[in-house]
């Protein structure tokens, strides 16, 4: 031990709060406890806030408890004791580090490119919306018709021997009561006041109270209006009024099948989550199933998208690639120029060009349509005097518009990084490429664009990928406009892919929705957005040889 | 150890976080009292937009003192509502009650988180049309309490009688001597909304329609009769009367400035246009037949998966289908009440009389799940006819085919 370490070691130690402890000390103690169990002032400040963080934890555990999301609650409580073995074993000091990252990557990366994975395998959408308990309460609900020309009966719930049952006053003025097992049978001594009973002998009438704490048991009793099925049953929706209704269509548990009862029509579960009869007619309210790969053979195979499928590729990859070319020499450039240090008033100039970054995209474009109106754009009022030039109706000017319109937004963006990275070339390197005789153009071709390439081409295939999934800028202009006219499918000249999934997968309104085949969709595209980036990558790994 | 305290820090904002998820972002600790609560008084959760929560708080406030319930509203944006609602319901954290349009229907019946409410006699108490609007398959699905309509908007300075016909409108405006004859909103994208009341007055309405009012998924809008009003649209379009560079804004815009007599629109351009002496009247007829708008029906859905079902039924049949509801909603969205009584009220305004009268003779736009297929195909081609852009009978029947293929899809 030389002396030199001992003095480094001396105010390291003294200058940690609450450890008056010699170095000697500490030294010895690391074999049996870490700082982990250094019960200092920081030790109870990491209780406190482990505590809170438990508490938070306990609550949500608790919320997802009350809302039966049983993997939220099995997540939360992982997550929670993770947390607390992190931080007080000795054994977990990277995990320290890692943690707060890993869960938050978990929650907001992984589980959601797994449920879109998931969806894209099932038929969740219009008519598959929900679980196949609620499709069948919903389609008995909706089967259920109230019998033609009956009358509405003023109603109380009641309770006999333990069971809940209805009274109501016929118009006759009778009592009638009866429960979902004894049809409706007159009462006699039974008190009436206002219209409602309010007594009945052998039954006690349940308040409103009581009436609401069992809500559900309310809702669903039917009492039969007489021993004949067929007269149907009386049901209640506010418990103030009862009416009499039939049941068009029967569910049998154990067969799991639904009847018709006026056509006798028998429907069983089919494996796209529909009740089908043998005629193939299936019942409207459906449910969320897995369908395998039929999502991706849909998206591939229906012969209607495959023509309009290829265009919109080919140009969705134009579209990217000028717009990243474009914005990136317009923004070194401008950079170039404005780097020049004989300008005057250069940070007016560069705050001025950064103004289109400022402005949100959703606004701009929008704005960008209305100036590029026919008739009443401000660029043909004013720049082609009153000229009715098509700017976003023709396929061709429209695709130019929108290039045009996203180099106005993306330049101020490239100028940036490409000023940046100006600002940064190491100044060595261009006096020894000055000594060594070389002009403006070979010092910047042979020494500023290869180091500046160096930095900035990660943000060009970042760039890349943003525009290739530009969807703001295409659905705020055009919308995918000017549609193809020979194509039976709404997409159009400017639809990119992005755009395209928005509008098969009818998230627009504009279709039935089908979120299965928009996820399929979406992995299609991620795929190819996820290869051109990786090789590009590769790509420029060469380029950093240059530095 | 002082370094592991950020650390620490970090997870605290993990636990928020993941709190916050642990309810698919909708207020999970909220949701948990409702159902707590529903022992005593019971307690209902009601989504409502901003201009109707003003209205729909006062009657939860009556409900509230009369019952003993709780009545919790949500403020959501009502262009959320929808598909909100339809991914909420399932996982049983939607509201019990929600307001919604008409329109909506078919799409909430599909996917069975709607559930049917007995109106009863209170039924005849509601303009027809908004409950025809609400009824599918013979089953009332909500409570009406708005219907609006588009109508003919005159500004009286310019043209002091009402047009009857398409010609005479056009006429008279140009008469008038305005830079427009008659403004209709119209766009790139076609607006069939709009223009459906040209369309139908050539006897080609979208879906053919039952006794009671009901749409069958058949179209009707191709034959002779669509050909007609696509011909006829071309030939507007051609004389520079209609125009796809008329958008919405344009259009309100020069009808403000008295650019021209007569503008087709509904009761939310009203409040552009002050200062303007204003007339409703009739959509003057294109072809031989009567000029229908749509109608849109507002009115309250409730969830099929209520917890309080009988509460939400309560609520809507004896408390917001009363006039002073009615009423209420009218004076927040300034369209006419659906309640007979609480319209006839209302009427007192001639500018809320014009538009009813107009509605009277409306029809409810379809909302059966097929119209969902109709609208991408049928306003594109719409404008490029007025455009020049295609030919109209060739471009008409491409329509309907296509739309055939996407309902067959």
């Known amino acids: 031990m030389s002396t030199p370490q001992s003095t480094l070691d001396g105010p390291v130690s003294t200058g940690a709060p609450g450890d008056g402890e010699p170095p000697a000390g500490r030294a010895r103690r690391g074999g049996d406890g870490s700082h982990a169990r250094n019960y200092s002032r920081g030790f109870f400040v990491k209780l406190a806030i482990i505590a809170l963080v438990d508490a938070l934890g306990v609550l949500g555990v608790m919320a997802a408890w009350g809302q039966s999301s049983y993997g939220i609650l099995a997540s939360m409580v992982a997550l929670l004791v993770a947390a607390n073995w992190v931080y007080f074993s000795k054994r977990a000091l990277p995990m320290k580090y890692i943690l707060p990252g890993l869960a938050f990557l978990l929650v907001y990366q992984v589980y959601v490119v797994v449920y879109t994975g998931f969806v894209a395998f099932t038929n969740y959408g219009d008519g598959h919306n929900s679980t196949k308990e609620q499709a069948i309460e919903a389609l008995l609900i909706q089967n259920e018709r109230r019998v033609e020309g009956s009358q509405a009966y003023p109603l109380t719930v009641v309770e006999v ?6 009274a109501i006053v016929t118009t006759d003025g009778d009592v009638q009561v009866g429960t979902a097992d004894s049809p409706l049978t007159t009462q006699d001594d039974a008190t009436v006041t206002d219209g409602r009973v309010s007594e009945v002998p052998g039954a006690s009438v349940l308040d409103r109270n009581a009436v609401l704490a069992q809500q559900d048991a309310v809702t669903t009793l039917r009492v039969p209006f007489s021993d004949d099925p067929e007269d149907g049953s009386i049901r209640t929706q506010d418990a103030r009024t009862g009416y009499v209704y039939t049941s068009t269509l029967e569910y049998d548990a154990q067969a799991d099948t639904m009847t018709d009862t006026t056509t006798g029509t028998v429907y069983t579960p089919n494996d796209h989550g529909q009740f089908e009869a043998e005629d193939g007619s299936t019942l409207a309210v459906g449910w969320r199933v897995v369908v395998g790969f039929e999502n991706f053979t849909t998206a591939f195979g229906d012969s209607r998208y495959a023509g309009p499928f290829v265009k919109i590729l080919i140009w969705t990859f134009a579209f990217a690639v000028i717009s990243v070319a474009s914005t990136f020499l317009l923004g070194l450039f401008l950079a170039m120029v404005f780097n020049d240090t004989r300008l005057r008033g250069r940070k007016i100039y560069r705050t001025l060009l950064i103004l289109p970054y400022a402005i949100p995209g959703f606004l701009a474009a929008l704005v960008w349509a209305g100036l590029l109106n ?11 005097n009153g000229a009715a030039i098509p700017w976003l109706t023709d396929p061709w000017l429209a695709k130019v518009s929108v290039i045009g319109v996203n180099l106005w937004l993306g330049f101020p963006y490239m100028f940036l990084i ?11 390197v261009l006096e020894a ?13 042979s020494v500023i664009l ?6 900035t081409a990660p943000l060009l295939i970042s760039s890349f990928a943003f525009n290739f999934n530009n969807f703001t800028l295409i659905y705020m202009l055009t919308k995918g406009g000017p549609r193809f006219a020979d194509a039976s499918v709404p997409l159009g000249h400017t639809d990119i892919l992005i755009s395209m999934v928005y509008s098969v997968s009818g998230i627009d309104g504009t279709a039935p929705k089908n979120y299965g085949l928009a996820s399929a969709l979406s992995i299609v595209i991620f795929v190819i957005v996820a290869t051109i980036s990786a090789l590009a990558f590769r790509r420029t790994r060469s380029l950093e040889e240059i530095s | 150890m002082r370094r592991s305290i950020p650390l620490v820090a970090a997870t605290l904002g993990l636990a928020l976080t993941l709190a916050a998820c642990s309810g698919s972002g909708d207020e999970p600790a909220a949701d948990s009292t409702t159902t707590a609560a529903a022992a005593d008084g019971g307690s209902l959760t009601i989504w409502v937009d901003e201009t109707r929560q003003d209205a729909v708080a006062a009657a939860a406030a009556t409900f509230e003192k009369e019952t003993g319930a709780t009545v919790e509203l949500v403020l959501k944006n009502f262009g959320d509502i929808r598909a909100d609602f339809l991914a909420q319901v399932p996982t049983g954290e939607g509201p019990d009650i929600t307001v919604g349009a008409h329109d909506w229907l078919g799409e909430l019946t599909t996917n069975g988180v709607v559930a049917p409410i007995e109106l009863g006699d209170k039924a005849s108490e509601f ?11 013979g089953q009332v699905y909500g409570l009406p309490y708005a219907v609006e309509n588009i109508a003919l908007i005159r500004n009286t300075a310019l043209a002091a009688t009402a047009p009857a016909t398409w010609d005479e409108a056009v006429a008279a405006g140009q008469a008038a001597g305005s830079k427009y004859p008659i403004l209709i909103q119209t766009g790139v994208e076609g607006d069939p909304y709009t223009y459906y009341p040209l369309q139908t007055s050539f006897g080609a309405p979208v879906f053919t329609q039952n006794d009671d009012g009901t749409y069958n998924p058949e179209l009707a809008l191709g034959g002779e009769n669509g050909n007609a009003f696509a011909t006829w649209l071309q030939a507007q379009g051609a004389a520079g009367v209609l125009s796809t560079d008329i958008t919405y804004d344009i259009a309100v815009d020069a009808f403000a400035k008295g650019e021209s007599p007569f503008i087709i629109g509904g009761p939310w351009m009203i409040d552009s246009f002050e200062g303007l002496d204003l007339a409703i009247d009739p959509i003057p007829a294109a072809g031989s037949q009567p000029a229908q708008p749509f109608v849109g029906v507002s009115g309250f859905y409730v969830s099929a998966q209520s917890k309080n079902a009988l509460l939400a039924n309560d609520f809507l049949v004896n408390y917001m289908a009363t006039e002073d509801a009615q009423l209420a909603l009218y004076e927040a969205g300034n369209r006419p009440p659906a309640l007979i009584a609480a319209a006839d009220s209302a009427a007192a305004d001639p500018i809320t ?8 003779a409306a029809v409810p736009m379809p909302s059966i799940p097929e119209m969902g297929s109709v609208w991408a195909f049928w306003g594109v081609t719409e404008a490029n006819i007025i455009s020049g852009a295609a030919e109209p009978v060739a471009a008409w029947e491409k329509m309907v085919t296509d739309i055939e293929g996407a309902l067959g899809s």
Do not use: H
């Not at chain 1, 600002?423 to 060595?428: A, K, N, Y």
């Not at chain 1, 490429?433 to 071709?445: F, H, M, S, V």
């Open chain 1, 450 to 455: 290869p180091l500046l390439l160096v930095s």
């Open chain 2, 353 to 360: 009389d014009g538009f009813r009268k107009v509605g009277a």
């Open chain 2, 127 to 137: 303009e027809p049309v908004s409950i025809e609007a609400f009824t599918q398959d």
């Open chain 1, 433 to 445: 490429a000055k000594i060594d005789g070389a002009g403006k153009l070979r010092t910047w071709r």
């Open chain 1, 161 to 166: 021997d333990g069971e809940l049952g209805f």
């Open chain 1, 418 to 428: 490409c000023t940046g990275a100006l600002q940064s070339l190491p100044t060595d």
């Open chain 1, 374 to 384: 026919r008739s009443y754009g401000f660029i043909n009022q004013v720049f082609f």
